[in-house]
């Protein structure tokens, strides 16, 4: 059995040299986060996830949480005591407000810490996820009084939060939420109505759960225009702050699912007994908008959560190849015995991959985490509104591309360990089974490539993303005209590749008005395209600097040699994919719109 080691060397060397920390570190605010003190937290964290939540995650996956028939719901064996070492060690509040008790570390700091407790126990980390959304909406939009009141116990892990959007009817499309709040005279509302999935809506972590919960006013307009947000504790606070008369709102269920067992998924019922008081977050009707602002930050933790089973599963892989024998690989010496399939050529190809896809989305989410710091604490404003539109282009990308490559990932992971991987003891079929959920929640990978053909692409003509796609061209053609024979094929590649995005931009600019149902057809592939596209360009950065490094015998030169063998596999074998990808994005799925529905 494999048991999970952050990649420290790889995590470090991205942060620094690729996401540009020791910049971050000069921003206003985060003056602390120099590499050394950085390093240092990666290791506690590193440290916290190989020893508390690894172990848990088997366990949790094969007990999962049960609910009682008093409706509490009671999680597995070991993962409360895990929650409130978890909060003791500081670990909810690292990129959290300050003057609620949070440390205030930079975006990029918590993506890497994120990714480990995503690595080692996704269930578990569903909490913290959920409950930071929470509190960047409260923090964001919701009076003095409720941010006072709830943002000290929920970032400091006391309490935790909840999203709370999707109804029976009311999935994807949020529109048509039907949940009711009516005013009351005191100023709070009484909420009515039921909502499903909801992640930890009811567990045995903490004395209170706050939830936010998107509702109509009686007189709401209809449509997107008429949803507004509120804050639902299950135990409304007395007037010392602490958990006092239970609310009317109650979990009734919850889902028996594929994957991600130990999180319990749950129906939540809304006013069964007159009605759930909770109070509106910012102003009436624009609850949509402000849950838009907080899902940036929960779609970039779902891509960070691809990332980290792909890392996960890629490590459980090498593992078994290395340690199962079977046959002897071709093309070694006559008289070889047999050996461990790391061996065979077409096992490596798996690895290789493997470990390709997660590097370069792991480059590119760390890069956008810095980004994320840069507009927010740029001194400079047109550099803070330059670093947003990156942020706001890349969102959907990193949340789309890398989940879908986790699947991918997850994948190989079971190939590589053959039928063993069929069998739930390896652990390789969890990490298939808990990635699964990634490219549906928060947003399904068709509700990310819209927003990016639409919002994020047409909206400007292209502005951003070709002002993005000129900065991969100047690194294409640096490297194309290296005389380092690994630098200038990678850069080969990285052109045609950025070539094909190029079209793709222009095709899809005019399309998304005038070709609306193909360019929809197509804008996965838009999707796919971009984020291969970005990782080319981030891998082909690390296989520079990797160069450089080697040439001036600085650091371990097998890391080096690692980052350029991956980087250039990148190039051969996956960037090469930009093709397909920008033939479905640039008209390829006519026939899917043009074939009549009763057809299918
Ligand atoms: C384990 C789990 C945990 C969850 N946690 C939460 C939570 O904590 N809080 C919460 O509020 N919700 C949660 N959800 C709900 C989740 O966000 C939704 O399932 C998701 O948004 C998709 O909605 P849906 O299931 O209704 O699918 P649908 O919207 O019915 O989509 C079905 C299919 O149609 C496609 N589709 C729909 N509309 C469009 C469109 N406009 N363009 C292109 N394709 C489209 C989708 O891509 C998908 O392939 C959770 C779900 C699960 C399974």
New binding site residues.
Partial sequence: MSSYRAPLEEMRFVMNELAGLPQVATLPGYTDADPDTVAAILEEAAKFATDVLDPLNRPGDQRGSVRQDDGSVVTPPGFRDAYWKFVEQGWNGLAKNPEYGGQGLPQVVAAAVEEMWHASNMAFD?CPL?TQGAIEAIELKASDELKQRYLPKMVAGEWTG?????EPQ????LAAVRTRAVPQPDGSYKLSGQ???????EHDYTDNIVHMV?ARLPDAPEGVKGISLFLVPKFIPDADGKPGARNDVHCVSI?H?LG?HA?P?CVMSYGENGGATGWIIGEANRGLEYMFIMMNLARYSVGLEGVGIAERAYQRAVAYARDRVQGRAVGLEKGAKAGAIIEHPDVRRMLMTMRAWTEATRAVAYVTGAAMDNAARHPDAAMRARHQAFVDLMIPIVKGHSTEVAQDVASLGLQVHGGMGFIEETGAAQHYRDAR?TT????????Q??DLIGRKTARDGGAVARAIAKEIAAVASRLGSSPDADLQAIGVRLAAAEGALQRAIDWIVPAVGQNTRVA?AG?VGYLRLWGTVAGGWQMARAAEIAKQKLAAREGDPGFWHAKVATARYYADALLPWSEAYAALATGGGEAAVALAADRF
């Fill in positions: 569903l959920l909840t999203m709370n959007l999707t009311a999935g994807s499309d909502k499903i999935f909801i992640t930890y809506g998107l889902e699912k991600i999180s998924t959920i549906i929640y928060e947003g399904t990978t068709g509700i490539a819209n929809h804008a």
